[in-house]
């Protein structure tokens, strides 16, 4: 990082800052209308929104700042001390949008960059604030691979997917995939459209 314990000021800005509570409730409300908005339109196919969790769905703001101040950095090893604990809380507005699309009719994907063996802990974490589909076949582990396009791609074969919900620009295309800044910039650019319609993006 640039400076000192910086992870932990961005942990300290995601816990604290009014702003940042703003902000994530202002897209889970915008989320809200757009879903509102597909209750009144008709589809051939099921509809589905696919979502992020860490930093969309669970807050691990209390990883980031402990590690930091220890002098750490993030590890595979000790992230999976922290999501075996299953203590996340949630991203403001996330809970009551969720179990809202659901009650539309809408089936909700958790598309994951978590690992196989942390899927029984988040399983527990999700049902502990009761978030819908929040079972095995609705959560999507990642087999080591970070590119969510795969797994969308095969939620793609039976739905339409209606909306995506993330904290990174990943989340939502595979133009985004480890892409440069310059690259990553233009692509929001060229899919200006689809923000705050189908891509709903949480503050990272």
């Known amino acids: 990082t640039l400076l000192p314990h910086g992870p932990a000021w961005g942990a300290l800005y995601q816990q604290r800052a009014a702003e940042y509570k703003a902000l994530c409730l202002q ?6 209308m757009r ?7 008709q589809t051939l196919r099921p509809r589905a ?6 930093e969309t769905v669970l807050d691990n703001s209390p990883y980031t700042a402990k590690t930091t101040l220890e002098g750490k950095s993030w590890s595979q090893a000790t992230w999976e001390e922290w999501t075996a604990k299953a203590a996340c809380d949630t991203v403001p507005g996330a809970p009551s ?3 809202y699309a659901a009650q539309t009719g809408l089936t909700v994907y958790y598309v994951t960059n978590r690992l196989e063996n942390e899927r029984a802990a988040t399983l527990k974490n999700l049902q502990r604030y009761n978030f819908p589909f929040a079972d095995n076949e ?3 582990m990642s087999s080591g691979n970070s590119n969510k396009e795969e797994r969308r791609a095969a ?5 339409e997917i209606a909306m995506l919900v993330g904290d990174n620009l990943g989340d939502f295309a595979e133009d985004f995939y480890k892409k440069t800044p310059e690259e990553r910039s233009l692509a929001v650019d060229r899919l200006r459209d689809q923000f705050g319609r189908r891509f709903i993006i949480i503050p990272n």
Request: hydrophobic fraction near 45%.
């Open 155 to 159: 939620i793609a074969k039976k739905y």
């Open 138 to 140: 609705h959560l999507i």
């Open 35 to 41: 879903v509102e908005e597909m209750s009144h339109q």
């Open 27 to 32: 897209a889970y409300q915008l989320a809200t």
């Open 97 to 99: 949008f969720f179990k």
């Open 49 to 54: 929104i696919v979502t992020n969790i860490d």
